[in-house]
């Protein structure tokens, strides 16, 4: 393990490398533990740069076994080598010239799951954002770009395939028991993009014509005997790269685009050029083994990396600090995607709840920083949601700013102009200005200021001049390294909406510029002015979510149950029914931790319980409408000083409320919302299952008893239902026997389906309340938990962290020392890992002193151990500040 170099990388100190990388040509010779690898590196010396210049390329972990200069050995005096970097001088003037530098890398012993490693006896590679260096010396960043050809040699019966980037140039048998195999991308790349996959696996192939009529062979990798789970992405994908042309006007460009499915995974899926890697749990689907939620997360995934295809490959990144430019743009990519494929309304409600619980804590807490970062120690730990969600947001801002054919045409320029170079967020956003016109200064700061900015609103409507003030001021906190922040540029979308549900249509506005629906906050402070409005009208603002902000917006109930009844925007209607909700989970929490009676608005309880029965509206939209805020959610509107078990018991209170006055409700919902039929993944079947099981739920919260649940379980024919059944039965009624026959019956049941047991340790990491971490502790001793496997390790120990605010947060600290434990036994094997979990404690400093003096204590336990990982270094020092 590389442990703790403690140097911080500043986007400052950016510039372009002295050589410039021609051609790339990589043969290796496999081996479980002795892989052989011969890099062939053409350079030049870029013009201008000094003769005393010497190359200096990246290494991690590597030890150098030959290096060539021309074909002619090195001599010890023109080089410096280290396990991190090899350096040589005396380089030609002008020639290009060609470097061979040759290493001895160990596949087997690679348990950080960066370079080259194996998986389930097959040979991959994972390269972003580091990991060539892991491989060989190599000028390893991003702005380096060049063709590869590369030759695999191997073991002929145990590598039956043999994968990388490009197209497939041929193989034969080499000499005795081996085979090779030769591919070529001819399209530059960086090193982070390069990819290859060994092995014996099983395939299923497709083909797709793209709109100029090239027919492009499709390849899904995956174990033998699990070909037929592939369908499903294979359907994905071919619908993403249809919409990628029409949409965007994006074709493939290569012979071949394969993907390959592996069982050790540090993230989701991996973009390499034309062979994406992906974490299996992303690609296996039947409906006898995966959710609702499984498949449209596949979906969803499948199409990300394939975008990835122009933007990140084709277009890829200057410097590491400019990872949203591809992150950011490619989420926002794949949420149009599964709009257009699903409902918009219910596709943008997941993804505000999602924004919310993941980015909004990370936004304002320790680890805030802004989705173009000036500065990073682990470029590991900026994979995060600020960088992916956030930047997804400020693309779909800038789509509102411009609106659909402005965006379209500066996404058409971006692509014109920077196709096959590495670029920045300026050059990105400079697009868009130039396509448009308009000056989008003011509004980049988006990209700089971190944190999430508060609006508060009030309004004034005067009857006798017909006039609507709005007056608007926006606050955008302090966060590590930023105090002082500029007002920016904030899109709110709105309307104006009347008595008899209809739009006011002011006949002029004054204070701002207002195009279309949306209202420009530019200024600290700022008004605005309608006039022509007759009546006195509910303000809808923020709608659709057009801008990831907090509100604060003094709305009596009645005016957010006018909203939730007439809102033409759905996503609007279930914003407000969620502004009804808060403020009674608020209260409930405090009165639970006072120890009063909990009480609930019964005008929230009504609204909400009209929604649920109202059928003109689509049941996901209904099961969404039915979902209350989570404990996290709550957690962060109280703001500090919270007790996670006030929260759960008061949010507890509050569903048995609904659930007793919404029975009637909930037993017709539970049988009119069933889906007959053999089981379809389509969003509208999904949608009705999610409403039943939403129903369910709160059918067990009335009846008091595990037997609807029971039962449920028993007559599942597919997993959502069964997993959710098996849910409520764990979470309600942790001991009652039907519990732990349910739980028994589901593991013999998919015993030997590893992503399947993960939903069995996940659902029983969910457990609320202080007994969650024997149970998390029991269950690590079970066989089926494998501590090297990352989605064992998350569906275990991560999900108790991320997921259980009742479990882990115990009061008397033991949640934070069992992960501080964990996160040092992780650590040493796997630190991306291990610094990804550990993020989970991000909100520490929100706590009630006793449980935040737990939390101290485990992070600077952590803290104190001298053999950290940079990755958790980086972030338990960060937390601690
Ligand atoms: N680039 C990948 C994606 O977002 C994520 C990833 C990052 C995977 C680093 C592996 C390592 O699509
Ligand atoms: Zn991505």
Redesign the pocket.
Known sequence: MRTDTGQIVHLADYRPTDFVLERVDLTFELDPTNTKVDARLIFHRREGVDLSAPLVLDGDELTLSGLLLDQNEVPAAQYDVTPESLTIRDLPAESPFEITVTTYINPEANSQL?GLYRTNGIYCT?C??E?FRRISYFPDRPDVLAPYTITIIGDKAANPVMLSNGNFLGGAGYDEGRAFAAWFDPHPKPSYLFALVAGDLGVVEDTFVTMSEREVTLKIYVEHGKEARAAYAMDALKRSMKWDEERFGREYDLDIFMIVAVSD???????NKGLNVFNDKYVLADPEIATDQDYANIEA?IA??YF?NWT?NRITCRDWFQLCL??GL??YRDHEFSADQRSRAVKRIAEVRHLKSEQFPEDAGPLAHPVRPTKYREI?NF?TTTV?EKGSEVTRMIATLLGRDDFKAGMDLYFERHDGQAVTVEDFVKSFEDASGRDLTQFSLWYHQAGTPLVTVSSDYDQASGTFKLSLEQMIPATPGQTAKEPMHIPLSFALILDNGSPAVPTKVAGGEVTGDVLHLTERRQSFTFTGVSSRPVLSLNRSFSAPINLHLDQTPADLAHIARHDTDLFARWQALTDLALPNLMHAARDARDGKEITCDPSFVAALLEAAGDETLEPAFRAQALTLPSEADIARELGGNNDPDAIHAGRDAILSEIAKAGTKTFLRLFEDMKVDGAFTPDAASAGKRSLRNTALSYLTYAEGTPARAAAAFASADNMTDLAQALAVLAHRFPDAPETTNALATFLARFDGNALVVDKWFSTQATIPGAGALARVRALMENPRFIATNPNRVRSLIGTFAFGNPTGFNRADGEGYRFLAEQILAIDPRNP?LAARILTSMRSWRSLEPQRADHARAALTTIEQTPTLSTDVRDIVERMLK
């Open positions: 960066m994972q972003e954002a990991g995974f540090n993230m989701g899926a991996m973009e995934i990300h990396e990835h990140g591809k992150e490619t989420v590991n994979y992916y991306q």
